[in-house]
């Protein structure tokens, strides 16, 4: 695959929403890690996808950074040892993550995987690799059909990051019905960031509303700019019969670079859902 080739590609990354249309906002926090946390492979793999004179950053990257991290701690702290990761895009969590896991399952459309795959198994193919790939629309049942084949009989985290801002209703309700049934088969959890979508009472914060109306406008979905209170998102989560934790942001993981009087109001307000049952 020629360097152009990945550079076209690149530039049209999925968030996994939308109706099935490739969307342009999963290539973003990878540029933020990559330029301005220590998260790390995030560099290595972005030099290899993307030009460097394209590399522009949201300026925001302690909230890809605090998603990223935040994920890595739950997974960590409940020692599990089989991950599902819901429109992965191009994290480098399965690599950095490594031996500690032992079923690591990837879903995203076929256009960012085909490529990431040829990626990991390129730049790191002396690593032992415990990654499997699915290809398509998470929306689809097709999809979970093929996630249940490949999964092992023991408690699992599903975990998905900044694509749960892009759900509306419908969306989360599918997605809720299908992680209930592997929950209630392997137990373990399903955790996903925070965001101002979820916390209306922040739409006064200038620099998260302009992120988000930023990202609306690349990625042609509405839903991120349609707020849902803490108390309806929770409701639509016991009305499947989840038991909600609340995780604080682990601030103390940021970058140095992020300690940071801005970064530390907002990070402070957003926590990580945990689902269980």
Do not use: C
């Not at 509405?222 to 803490?230: A, C, D, G, T």
């Amino acid at each position: 695959m020629s360097q152009n080739h990945l550079i076209i590609v690149g530039i049209f990354v999925v968030s996994m929403i939308n109706n099935g249309k490739i969307e342009k906002t999963a290539f973003l926090p990878l540029i933020d890690l990559a330029v301005d946390t220590d998260v790390p492979n995030a560099t290595l793999l972005l030099e290899r996808l993307i030009n460097k004179k394209k590399w522009k950053t949201s300026g925001n990257a302690y909230l890809a950074e605090s998603r990223y991290k935040g994920s890595e701690a739950i997974i960590k702290l409940n020692k599990y040892k089989q991950v599902l990761e819901l429109g992965s895009g191009f994290t480098p969590h399965a690599i950095n993550l490594g031996k500690a896991i032992e079923k690591y399952i990837e879903v995203d459309y076929s256009s960012n995987l085909v490529i990431k795959e040829k990626l990991i198994n390129k730049i790191f193919k002396d690593k032992n690799n415990n990654t499997s790939y699915i290809a398509g629309d998470i929306f689809k049942n097709s999809v979970w059909r093929k996630i249940s084949r490949k999964l092992l009989k023991e408690p699992i985290g599903i975990f998905a990051e900044g694509f749960m801002q892009y759900t509306n209703k419908k969306q989360r309700a599918f997605l809720l019905e299908k992680i209930k049934v592997i929950l209630i088969k392997n137990k373990g959890s399903f955790f996903f960031e925070d965001s101002l979508t979820f916390h209306p009472e922040f739409s006064n914060m200038v620099a998260l509303k302009a992120l988000s109306r930023k990202m609306s406008q690349i990625s042609g979905n509405n839903n991120l700019l349609k707020y849902i209170s803490q108390e309806e998102l929770t409701k639509e989560f016991k009305d499947f019969g989840f038991k909600i934790k609340r995780i604080k942001a682990y601030s103390n993981l940021m970058s140095k670079s992020y300690n940071k009087k801005k970064a530390k109001l907002i990070i402070k307000n957003f926590k990580h859902w945990q689902l269980s049952l």
